[in-house]
């Protein structure tokens, strides 16, 4: 493998050191081996994104997965979520051929950094990555971190996964980098949904609202990463809340443009739902939960908001269970 740890800095050039994972076989959902990633090589991003450096250390690392045992089984490789990732190269003890389709329903998951979920230690303990397990589904998680923007490319992207429920999340990062505003918003979305239709005309949506971000609800973007003297960091929006009154976005409108959103098109017939996501992360969590940077959640949380989605919407009589209630469209 080659893993590319990556760097940023912040508008002040302060550096925010990348994630370094663990990689994780698994058998039947169990994992039996882990290993840590090497970093092979730093990427360093500048302010804005506007200039990357690529410092290599070596060309590439062997990782060893030992205890898989005897005789033929099914193994599942998870690699670095927050890292890049190159697979050069397999070797095993025995022969090694694709495993046969796993069967289960497949869940597409779009949404920002507080669905890719670099921080964790293991890709296992990402929240889609939970939901999935405890609802045997297979999962393709694309989490953009700071990149979920509403892009096209995107929503083409996912009209052209094979998918049997989805699930999209929008909010945090428009609000965080101020990239749309009242006016745009809201078609922006639709717009999208109708890309992925394209695709998927009668697949199960769910349109997610971000998780709750303390002290940033009610003020716009830009946000900005505040370092204290111990070394912490924290994330909040640093608008100006007078722009609110002539169209800036914020995350709490943002969740009652997405309820309006799910609306209109449930009510044509579409199988769409909402969910706010501060049903996963929200107010009773705060005090007992906080967020090491005021933003993101760590590990502990994560296993929570994953248990949470399986249980309201991958149960039964929620929006993804098999037991559904068919739609018109569906039906037709």
């Known amino acids: 493998m080659r893993c590319t740890r990556v760097n940023f800095s912040d508008?002040?050039?302060?550096?925010?050191?990348?994630?370094?994972?663990?990689?994780?076989?698994?058998?039947?959902?169990?994992?039996?081996?882990?290993?840590?990633?090497?970093?092979?090589?730093?990427?360093?991003?500048?302010?804005?994104?506007?200039?990357?450096?690529?410092?290599?250390?070596?060309?590439?690392?062997?990782?060893?997965?030992?205890?898989?045992?005897?005789?033929?089984?099914?193994?599942?490789?998870?690699?670095?979520?927050?890292?890049?990732?190159?697979?050069?190269?397999?070797?095993?003890?025995?022969?090694i051929v694709p495993a046969p389709a796993s069967g289960r329903p497949v869940w597409v998951r779009h949404g920002s950094s507080i669905s890719h979920c670099a921080s964790p230690v293991d890709p296992l303990s990402s929240w889609p990555v939970v939901a999935a397990q405890a609802a045997r589904h297979e999962v393709i998680n694309l989490g953009f971190s700071g990149q979920a923007m509403i892009d096209p490319f995107t929503a083409d992207a996912i009209a052209a996964t094979p998918a049997d429920v989805i699930s999209l999340s929008f909010g945090v990062n428009i609000v965080g980098s101020r990239s749309m505003d009242e006016r745009t918003f809201v078609p922006a979305v639709h717009g999208f949904l109708d890309a992925v239709r394209r695709g998927h005309p009668h697949t199960p949506i769910v349109l997610l609202s971000s998780i709750l971000w303390p002290g940033s609800e009610d003020v716009p973007?830009?946000?900005?990463?505040?370092?204290?003297?111990?070394?912490?960091?924290?994330?909040?929006?640093?608008?100006?809340?007078?722009?609110?009154?002539?169209?800036?976005?914020?995350?709490?409108?943002?969740?009652?443009?997405?309820?309006?959103?799910?609306?209109?098109?449930?009510?044509?017939?579409?199988?769409?739902?909402?969910?706010?996501?501060?049903?996963?992360?929200?107010?009773?969590?705060?005090?007992?939960?906080?967020?090491?940077?005021?933003?993101?959640?760590?590990?502990?949380?994560?296993?929570?908001?994953?248990?949470r989605f399986a249980s309201m919407v991958f149960a039964p009589g929620g929006a993804f269970a098999s037991d559904a209630p068919v739609s018109p469209t569906q039906e037709s």
């Open 11 to 95: 508008d002040a050039g302060q550096p925010i050191e990348g994630r370094v994972n663990d990689v994780v076989a698994t058998i039947e959902g169990l994992p039996v081996a882990r290993v840590r990633a090497s970093v092979n090589q730093v990427e360093e991003v500048g302010p804005g994104g506007r200039v990357a450096v690529v410092r290599r250390h070596r060309l590439s690392s062997a990782l060893t997965l030992d205890g898989l045992g005897e005789g033929v089984k099914d193994v599942t490789i998870w690699l670095p979520q927050g890292m890049e990732v190159d697979l050069l190269g397999l070797q095993g003890g025995g022969s």
């Open 221 to 307: 973007g830009p946000s900005r990463v505040n370092f204290a003297e111990d070394g912490s960091l924290s994330v909040r929006t640093c608008g100006n809340v007078d722009d609110i009154a002539t169209g800036a976005l914020t995350l709490a409108t943002s969740r009652d443009h997405l309820q309006h959103v799910v609306r209109v098109r449930a009510a044509a017939g579409e199988p769409i739902s909402y969910l706010d996501g501060r049903s996963l992360y929200g107010p009773d969590d705060v005090v007992n939960a906080p967020l090491p940077d005021g933003l993101h959640p760590d590990g502990p949380i994560y296993q929570r908001m994953g248990a």
